[in-house]
T-cell receptor
Framework: EAGVTQSPTHLIKTRGQQATLRCSPI?????VYWYQQALGLGLQFLLW???????NRGNFPPRFSGRQFPNYSSELNVNALELEDSALYLC??????????????FGEGSRLTVL | DQQVKQNSPSLSVQEGRISILNCDYT??????FLWYKKYPAEGPTFLIS?????DKNEDGRFTVFLNKSAKHLSLHIVPSQPGDSAVYFC????????????FGKGTRLSVIA
């Protein structure tokens, strides 16, 4: 069974540009979560999608946005990139809220570098 | 404001001894607690969890203890093995399925052979 897949693995952008990161959840999972892991920090919650809708949003500016598609895959968009956006972006999937077990399955992450 | 705190950035333990990783939380609404393990260049993987109605959960070499009055949980690994060397994240959630997981900053465990 395929795990959570993320693309691209690495992405280099310059300040002011936009970045798009993609995530495919495990088959059967309807919830997708995005976390940011910046250097020296833990996993900071960004966004949570379930059944195509945004369920919760972390304490990040509006230039961080995303969506979930009908096949439950998701993309994270970061506009007007700033140097401090350089981080590892982790996507995780889980069963939907009605079947929630607390266990998230993470992808290997997309490392974004902003120059 | 950090709701989940892991105050030890790193821990070194000899192979065969006990590893104890600690975690404190501030939000009394947290209902469910989990530990994740992360190797370099990999995503975190789920290790063990505990519900707030319990004070202990055991799975093989791994045991999680929860002290609700102190808002403290700990992960015990006995005996520690070199393959346990990784970063361990403590995470917490509110009512099941209604809130996302809040993670601590992690503790890097090194098990020395």
């Amino acid at each position: 069974e395929a795990g959570v897949t993320q693309s691209p693995t690495h992405l280099i952008k310059t300040r002011g540009q936009q970045a798009t990161l993609r995530c495919s959840p495990i088959s059967g999972h309807t919830s997708v979560y995005w976390y940011q892991q910046a250097l020296g920090l833990g996993l900071q919650f960004l966004l949570w999608y379930d059944e195509g809708e945004e369920r919760n949003r972390g304490n990040f500016p509006p230039r961080f946005s995303g969506r979930q598609f009908p096949n439950y895959s998701s993309e994270l968009n970061v506009n007007a990139l700033e140097l401090e956006d350089s981080a590892l972006y982790l996507c995780a999937s889980s069963l939907g809220r009605t079947s929630w077990t607390g266990e998230l399955f993470f992808g290997e992450g997309s490392r974004l570098t902003v120059l | 404001d950090q709701q989940v705190k892991q105050n030890s950035p790193s821990l070194s333990v000899q192979e065969g001894r006990i590893s104890i990783l600690n975690c404190d939380y501030t939000n009394s609404m947290f209902d469910y607690f989990l530990w994740y393990k992360k190797y370099p260049a990999e995503g975190p993987t789920f290790l063990i969890s505990i519900s707030s109605i319990k004070d202990k959960n055991e799975d093989g070499r791994f045991t999680v203890f929860l002290n609700k009055s102190a808002k403290h949980l700990s992960l015990h690994i006995v005996p520690s093995q070199p393959g346990d060397s990784a970063v361990y994240f403590c995470a917490a959630s509110g009512k099941r399925g209604n809130t996302p997981l809040v993670f601590g900053k992690g503790t890097r465990l090194s098990v020395i052979a």
